[in-house]
């Protein structure tokens, strides 16, 4: 079991930043990929950015919508990101996500809420 848990959300002005965490614990050598989704509401949950592959050669990949401005970065068993002239788009709930690729390993955090309102 992996534990996933979020940090970070809140209420932002557009042009405004934020950083979200998420803390992974648990049998972590199981899992090979971590990503941010985000659900707003009434709309389907979406990838955001992800880490392919955890290991030296791994590699990032972005939502269109985000690029330039959000940064997917990790720190041992912690997860950020770092999301910059955030958008009202961007208001959503995000969650951490945790999966071992070709498996049927997958674990999600609770979500953190993110604003983005004048």
């Known amino acids: 079991q992996v534990q996933l848990v979020e940090s970070g959300g809140g209420l932002v002005q557009p042009g405004g930043s934020l950083r979200l965490s998420c803390a992974a614990s648990?049998?972590?050598?199981?899992?090979?990929?971590m990503d941010w989704f985000r659900q707003a509401p009434g709309k389907q949950r979406e990838l955001v950015a992800r880490?392919?592959?955890?290991?030296?050669?791994?590699r990032i990949q972005y939502a269109d919508s985000v690029k330039g401005r959000f940064t997917i970065s990790r720190d041992k068993n912690t997860m950020y990101l770092q999301m910059n002239t955030l958008e009202p788009e961007d208001t959503a709930v995000y969650y951490c996500?945790?999966?071992?690729?070709?498996?049927?390993?997958?674990?999600w955090g609770q979500g953190t809420q993110v604003t983005v309102s004048s």
């Open positions: 996500h945790a999966s071992r690729i070709g498996s049927s390993y997958e674990y």
């Open positions: 648990g049998s972590i050598s199981i899992i090979n990929t």
């Open positions: 880490f392919i592959s955890l290991g030296s050669t791994g």
